[in-house]
Antibody, heavy 121, light 110 residues
Framework: EVQLLQSGGGLVQPGGSLRLSCAASGFTFSSYGMGWVRQAPGKGLEWVSSISASGSRTYYADSVKGRLTVSRDNSENTLFLEMSDLRVGDTALYYC??????????????WGQGTLVTVST | QSALTQPASVSGSPGQSITIPCTGTRSDIGNYQLVSWYQQHPGKAPKLLIFEVSNRPSGISNRFSGSKSANTASLTISGLRAEDEADYYCLSYTTSATFVFGGGTKLTVL
């Protein structure tokens, strides 16, 4: 059974940093693209970032480029999202997402449980 | 990258069919077959319904179907059921090597 177990969310002040993790199991992690999708309270889905199966290719939404960094450790079956210079507008539930393909295609067939990031004074 | 355009809400009666359009541009929907659709019930993670415009993952009912014409993709749900009441989102790859969601459509089953 595919499982994506997220950790690392919480409350942070504007300008602060946070690291999200997503531990994967039940599938060959190194064979699939992964990514992050967020949802602000009461709002719609927003694609944040994706990474290819090997980790050689990364993709970012313009709203987070230069502040958020996606990476993966295929030896530890873990996906990361390093978040810096956080803004109030980054407040959202962040989902870890597994793609159906090695090169991300926007076809997320499994989701993490979500982790809440709150940016506030 | 601007969000794809979806109607805020649609409704239908049980047994009827509804279609949710998702309008983009030549820079996204109009240029790629990488269009997918998701269903999200309140408090739950999204669920993949359609990928590559019109393909269904295993386990997804054939009541859900997708299509595309020019810059607009569409999701059709036939034989509406009460459990179909949810939010629906389209997603497309873009020429900027990014992905973009639609704003979401709330489906009400009357």
């Amino acid at each position: 059974e595919v499982q994506l177990l997220q950790s690392g969310g919480g409350l942070v002040q504007p300008g602060g940093s946070l690291r999200l993790s997503c531990a994967a199991s039940g599938f060959t992690f190194s064979s699939y693209g992964m990514g992050w999708v967020r949802q602000a309270p009461g709002k719609g889905l927003e694609w944040v970032s994706s990474i290819s199966a090997s980790g050689s290719r990364t993709y970012y939404a313009d709203s987070v480029k230069g502040r958020l960094t996606v990476s993966r450790d295929n030896s530890e079956n873990t996906l990361f999202l390093e978040m810096s210079d956080l803004r109030v507008g980054d407040t959202a539930l962040y989902y870890c997402a597994k793609d159906r393909k090695a090169t991300p295609a926007g076809e997320v067939d499994h989701w993490g449980q979500g982790t809440l990031v709150t940016v506030s004074t | 990258q601007s969000a794809l355009t979806q109607p805020a809400s649609v409704s239908g009666s049980p047994g009827q069919s509804i279609t949710i359009p998702c309008t983009g541009t030549r820079s996204d929907i109009g240029n790629y077959q990488l269009v997918s659709w998701y269903q999200q019930h309140p408090g739950k993670a999204p669920k993949l319904l359609i990928f590559e415009v019109s393909n269904r993952p295993s386990g997804i009912s054939n009541r859900f179907s997708g299509s595309k014409s020019a810059n607009t993709a569409s999701l059709t749900i036939s034989g509406l059921r009460a459990e179909d009441e949810a939010d629906y989102y389209c997603l497309s790859y873009t020429t900027s090597a990014t992905f973009v969601f639609g704003g979401g459509t709330k489906l009400t089953v009357l």
